[in-house]
């Protein structure tokens, strides 16, 4: 699903009241992040957005029609996000930011949820914790560069989010039960 556009100009008033978390505007917008695909009340807790990735909206209705998911953590309309489609927005989040440093503090800040319960929730969804899936991202995008480039070790790890060459050789390992080297030359050997 593409995500829209919002249907209110973000004002300077605005920006202040998500950055303050003002309860007074609750009932006046709503605000989304584009990056999240995630919209708030503006007195969420949540960490604040970049200024670019908002959205305003003068009903939450508009959010959810513009495709955006409510936030898990202060509801703006009022239900409660089915934990199947917070995993959903989890899981994307990762994907497209695998070669960030993601904590679970990290995540469930920017999914809106406490860490305990995102992990919980997340492996009881998917069957994995999300540190382990996050893992998984990294160590199947290393393989794809092992075998269609000539990118050094130290260069992959860096690619995948791993700035630790030794830890990523360990968790390449460990996961595959080869070496980065000794994946690299068994894959290129079977060309």
Excluded at 22 to 33: E, I, L, W
Excluded at 68 to 87: I, N
């Amino acid at each position: 699903m593409k995500i829209g556009q919002g249907t209110e100009e973000l004002t300077e008033e605005k920006w202040q009241a998500i950055l303050l978390n003002d309860a007074n505007y609750n009932q006046q917008f709503f605000y989304a992040v584009k990056s999240t695909g995630i919209f708030c009340k503006p007195s969420c807790k949540s960490r604040p957005p970049k200024k670019e990735n908002v959205l305003i909206f003068k009903h939450a209705e508009e959010a959810l029609t513009a495709h955006f998911r409510p936030c898990k953590r202060c509801k703006p309309t009022g239900d409660r996000l089915p934990d199947q489609e917070w995993v959903v927005q989890i899981k994307n989040y990762i994907d497209q930011n695998y070669t960030d440093k993601l904590t679970l503090e990290i995540l469930a800040d920017v999914c809106h949820g406490s860490p305990y319960h995102l992990h919980r929730t997340f492996k009881r969804i998917t069957g994995v914790t999300p540190v382990e899936y996050i893992q998984q991202i990294r160590v199947n995008t290393a393989r794809n560069y092992l075998i269609h480039s000539k990118k050094t070790i130290a260069e992959i790890a860096l690619l995948v989010g791993l700035p630790n060459t030794p830890y990523f050789i360990t968790l390449f390992k460990k996961k595959n039960g080869l070496t980065p080297v000794e994946y690299r030359n068994k894959e290129v050997g079977k060309k």
